[in-house]
């Protein structure tokens, strides 16, 4: 009986992310942006349609000043030539029954007054529940703590209506 060993892999990045995914999941699309904070790197992925209308969100909110992605790799972000000055994966850590965890938020930039934005996309069902729950709590807090703000985009308050408006502003 042959055995067979397979060799180590030598994939670059952070173990576990794929440079073609973010988070486990394939990107639906890229959206034009402005507030990338790099002229020569304009679009922001996405990979729900949750995400997109948070993003379009984002993008003509008078009170955001930048955003990125918190949940790519590095590797991810220089493939796709995708501007991260607050670094990327950003991680956010929290504890759930009594064990250490780490978040990766959807979105993170800066508002206008300088503090940081934490912004999470997700149906409003699944963010009511504990895990959600506890890692929406370590977010708050971290946003607080340097003076910004933690939004979390439901299918609940990004309404299509909203979003055909402001896709129709974009283009």
């Not at 009594?98 to 934490?118: A, K, M, Q, R, W």
Request: glycine share 10%; proline share 5%; net charge positive.
């Amino acid at each position: 009986m042959d055995t067979q060993v397979t060799p180590p892999s030598v994939r670059r990045g952070t173990p576990g992310l794929d440079i073609f995914k973010i988070a486990g999941q394939s990107i639906s699309g890229f959206l034009p942006s402005f507030k990338t904070g790099n002229e020569r790197q304009m679009r922001q992925p996405f990979t729900t349609q949750l995400e997109e209308r948070l993003a379009i969100y984002l993008e003509y909110h008078p009170h955001v000043r930048t955003y990125q992605r918190g949940d790519a790799s590095e590797t991810f972000a220089q493939a796709r030539h995708l501007h991260t000055p607050l670094g990327t994966p950003y991680r956010i850590s929290y504890l759930y029954d009594g064990n250490s965890h780490e978040y990766l938020p959807d979105f993170v930039g800066t508002l206008c007054d300088g503090g940081l934005l934490i912004a999470e996309a997700g149906r409003e069902s699944e963010k009511r529940k504990g895990q959600a729950l506890a890692k929406a709590e370590a977010a708050g807090r971290l946003a607080q703590l340097k003076g910004g703000a933690y939004w979390i985009g439901t299918d609940q308050n990004l309404s299509l209506r909203r979003h055909y408006n402001l896709l129709y502003l974009h283009a």
